[in-house]
């Protein structure tokens, strides 16, 4: 069973989803794509079903896999089929085809995380995900800069870690500052991380969340950096998430419309979660920014493995101040 993180309007992580039902508005608007029984090849294929995924595919560009040209006349036969084949062996890989599309699977998941809405969110991602990714730079210089003394930057980077860390009062100094270089460091090789099936760290980790959640900006599992590839392990109501894959930060409804300072503390913040050990978990102790009660009474070692003080460490290493939030 893996931990879920999701990042809420409330400015909060909670462990739980918040999904829209299939055929509600909020899912109507962002194009969830839902099926009631398989498609495809091992099928129940009822029409209405297989109208949804020959729709999908007909809405997903040809280079992500998808079938422009195909109709949408609620019949499985060896175009529909093949249709299906060919998308699961672009997202999935060969081993992996087997001309079906079950009921919340990876595959239907993926139809739903690729349609144009969620493709334009992911556009509006990838440029707030320049920003963080110059926040997660800027906070590994700082963390290697801490306790250098190495002239003003050196300062600056001792005074960012009090703020944020309360790193004089750490029982091993040494052992703070390398713990927090080696969590920038792993943020940092997100990035660098090249795809089997081409793309950069951000098409092989981040993707539009396929099932609409109401309020919730994003959400990933701890850990999540190190299952390449691997699904499920994601629990709710007792039912496991199998189209969960994760490896994967899911970028949600809400980042559509909050500001732009949330969208890349966001990104940040689960970031920090998508690269924890499991063993030593960067969890969530408080939120708020540095002067936050609930966060300045944290000890040094709590606000060390917690995703909201090394996100706003991060910002104000790079824009000199604290993230704005959406009221």
């Not at 029409?47 to 609620?74: F, M, S, T």
């Not at 334009?120 to 290697?144: F, N, P, V, Y």
């Not at 969340?209 to 590839?229: K, V, W």
Request: aromatic share 8%; net charge positive.
């Amino acid at each position: 069973m893996v931990q879920l993180f999701c990042r809420c309007d409330d400015g909060q992580c909670h462990t739980r989803f918040r999904e829209a039902p299939p055929g509600s508005p909020l899912a109507i608007r962002n194009a969830d794509v839902h099926v009631r029984g398989a498609v495809g090849r091992r099928g129940v294929n009822t029409p209405a079903d297989v109208k949804a995924v020959q729709r999908a595919l007909k809405l997903i560009p040809e280079k992500l896999g998808g079938n422009p040209g195909i109709k949408d006349d609620g019949i499985v036969g060896p175009i529909t089929i093949g249709a299906i084949e060919t998308f699961q062996r672009r997202h999935f890989g060969t081993d992996k085809v087997d001309g079906t599309v079950d009921v919340r699977q990876r595959t239907v998941a993926k139809l739903s995380s690729l349609q144009p809405i969620k493709l334009a969110r992911m556009d509006l991602a990838r440029a707030q995900l320049d920003a963080a990714r110059e926040c997660i730079r800027a906070g590994q210089t700082m963390a290697m800069l801490a306790g250098t003394m190495a002239g003003p930057g050196g300062r600056r980077a001792d005074e960012l870690a009090e703020r944020h860390f309360s790193i004089s009062r750490a029982t091993d100094r040494n052992a703070a500052l390398t713990f927090l270089r080696a969590t920038f460091q792993d943020m940092a090789q997100v990035f660098a991380r090249q795809s089997a099936f081409g793309g950069d760290g951000f098409t092989q980790h981040f993707e539009a969340e396929p099932f609409s959640n109401r309020g919730i900006f994003g959400f990933t599992a701890l850990g999540g950096f190190n299952d390449m590839g691997i699904f499920g392990g994601i629990f709710e109501a007792g039912v496991e998430q199998k189209w969960f894959r994760r490896d994967t930060i899911y970028i949600s409804a809400f980042y559509d419309v909050t500001t732009t300072d949330d969208r890349i503390q966001t990104i940040v913040h689960e970031l920090a979660h998508f690269v924890s050990s499991k063993a030593d978990a960067i969890t969530d102790f408080a939120y708020g920014d540095a002067d936050t009660p609930a966060v300045a009474k944290l000890s040094t070692r709590d606000k060390l493995h917690n995703a909201e003080s090394i996100a706003n460490f991060a910002f104000e290493a790079k824009f000199g101040r604290a993230p704005q939030h959406k009221t």
